[in-house]
């Protein structure tokens, strides 16, 4: 017996080293090896426009016009940093753009996660009626011009309720997180509803503690949004000084390549060509923020994106 | 949805466009029958200053505040603190308060706010065509009604000898509904900018006709074997802009609606179809099939990004001749400083070649006017608007006010008009007195985009480099600017009509044009190629646009 399972369990050992033997085959080195190079290669073409957009921001104009600069800068300098720096119109358009954002994914966030719990209570009344509408406005609009002339007739043109308001509710998100709800174990609630609890005591503090990853997920997609929405600004809002840095940037690069291409029609002196690393410096900066939240939240994005999609 | 659909990137501009123009269509329609009635506005004389005439200061009698519609630079960003605007409140008692639009979609946010009945009074930068889509609408007014009270234009449009070209403005109705900036001199602003260096110690001097640039680039070619000496970084458009008039047709951005004066038979016809378009296509293939053209330039479709590739090359002595402005000559030069070193090269632009038709270029041009919101008509102080606007726009002291500031204060101007900015300030755009610290333009708003529409010889003199100048007077002394295609405005359901006839004509024109001299399709397939337009119904196009052309001719 003593000898029988003494070599049962050293033969356990040794099928186990045999599976490892196979991992550790030349097949599987090979694939292994060509998995992380074309892993690795895939990684760099995605990097190279921002490492080409990094390097530019720290050469000079004409040095990239001359195209020169690719992986490390040419004539190193922070002149250009220094130069948006001191530009008071970047920072104003910065600084709208942190407001507007917080301010849009607070909103979005109250509207979207008491809309969806609403509706993933399958006994609510008219609850097909309202998904209805909600995924209606997934496929019809009004259009523009009417958009328009209803937000300015509502007087939220030149403020910031033209960005916040109209897109709180991204239906999609909205069906996402009322998937999610509706997974949530009923008897939770019908527990603590025993308990005493009521229909707001048990959405604030049974069911929103228990979707932190979906809530970390919905105010990622949120935030990024609104941060990189131009377009609503674009048409609500005529001063300057209220526009997001998105449109600061978008006005200096489609601008100065629209410059370019409408060249027959608008080559005034005015259209002047702005100097490359300038377009570089602000896109960085821009970008910056978004780049340094997602290292963070990306933990919970991946397991809050999953949590909806198995229905069980 | 909305969020996703305003993030949406790829949103097409066209599709966004057209919409905004229907819907504005739509939403206008109501006042549409107000533009044809009898023209009284006597009563609305706020602020309307009596005796007004041509050459003189105009002020208001009393304060206005009118609005207008700006568009924010990148470079320029606005400020309502600037100087000019102070200045001209205080010589014409107008307080100007702005719309700001980003000039990355200037166009899409200007007819957003024309369609929404939402623009501002004054909308400036309107380049002549622009305003058809908002006149069957009726959103801007028929601007030649108020013509008489506008001095300063009638003056220059007769002095200038430009009354030809404003009758051509004139829409199916018979009325203009934009003001144009006028030119008292107009010459291409793209032409040819050329390594001058290498044409004359290897090309054999500057070209004068195509076929001598044809010979120069051979010769190019030869002593640097891995060039592809011509290129042009506005896909193609702009080369075949400027060659298309030495060759006696219209091709690139300058083929519009494909319309051209036939004078032989006395009414328009097809630019695609014609020998002389056949002549310059064939002309281009030669030029690609001896590897002379650099032909990746004339299928850049990235914007804009076509024309940065070109100045990489020119860096690289890969390119020689390319289509530009004196802007881009610069750009290029600037690129060629940091390969080759300041000094050891010289890159300008040089007039149109010649060719089979002579020695043509565009026929004479506008720069960019303006509009008038239709609200404005129905406002008390009206008549002082337009006042203000013909002052604005075709005073020559006010020209002066907005291209150089305050005389005396900003620039000082000698006996024979010379005009030198002082020290204090610098105007980097333009390469002048780098070094102060208050910028013209930037911190004070003077030489921004008003100040470039009406000019005269001198005022555009004044602030152009010694190149420009000898660029300017050598097209005006070397090249005849052809006469401009007869008008043939159409109504309002022809043009729905005509611009589905011309789209995909044009489509074809383009990809086709392209296809031949590139050599992906052959010559001989040519009258295959005229066949395939015949199929997309040019023949009924063209008639319609020649009885539109009668019907004006008939009328006026």
Known sequence: MVMQSERAQSAKPRRGSKARNSRDSAGYRVFT?????????LCLIMLYPFVTVLAQSFSSPGAIKAGLVSFWP??????TYIAVANNGMFWRNYGNTVVYTVVATIIAMILTTSFAYVLSKE??????????????TMFFNGGIVPNYVLISSLGMKNTMWALVIPGAISVFNLLVMKSFFENLPKDLEEAAQIDGLSWFGIFGRIVLPLSKAVIATMVLFYSVAFWNDWFAAFLYLDKSELFPVTLFLRNLLAGASSAATEGAAASG????ALSANIQSVTMILTVLPILFVYPFVQRHFVSGIMLGSVKG | MTAHMFKDSRFSRRTFVTGIAAAGLLAMVGCSSKSKEAVDISSQNVGYMEGYTADMQFKASEPLDLSLLWTDWPDTPVKDSWEIFKEIKERTNVNL???????SDAKEKRSLLISAGDAPSIIPLVYTGEEEAFVSSGAVLPLSDYSDLMPNFQKYVKEWDLEEMIENLRQSDGKYYMMPGLQEVSVPVFSLVLRKDVFQEVGGGIPNTWDELRAALVKIKAKYPDSYPLADGFEGQSLLNYAARAFGTQAGWGFGNGMMWDEAAGKLKYAATSNE??????????????????TESLTAADAGGGNATVSEKFAKNQIFAASGSTNTAIEYSTALDKTLGAGKHQVGLVPPPGGPAGDTVEPRNFWHGFMISSKAKDASNFQALLQFLDWFYYNPDARELLRWG????????????????????????????LNAKIDLEIDLGFATFPSESTESRKLKESYSTPEDVEYIDAVLSSRTPLAPAPPAPLEEAELEQASLASTPLKDTVETNTLKFILGQRDLGEWDKFVSELEGQGLASYVDLMNSARERFAAKS
Do not use: C, Q
Not at chain 1, 33 to 41: C, D, G, K
Not at chain 2, 277 to 292: C, I, N, S
Not at chain 2, 407 to 419: F, Q, R, W
């Open chain 1, 269 to 272: 002196s005015t259209a002047s």
């Open chain 2, 406 to 433: 305050v005389e005396g204060k900003h620039y000082t101007k000698a006996a024979d008009g010379t005009i030198t900015l002082k020290d204090e300030y610098s105007l980097k755009a333009r390469n002048l007195n």
């Open chain 1, 123 to 136: 006994h609510l009344r008219g609850r097909k009626v309202l998904i209805g509408i909600a995924i209606f």
């Open chain 2, 277 to 294: 378009y056949k002549e310059m296509v064939t002309f281009f293939h030669g030029l690609v099939k001896d590897g002379l053209v650099d």
């Open chain 1, 33 to 41: 090896w060509l998995n992380s190079t074309i892993l690795v290669i």
């Open chain 1, 74 to 79: 040419v004539d190193f300098n922070i002149d």
């Open chain 2, 97 to 103: 308060s702005l719309t700001h639009i980003p000039f």
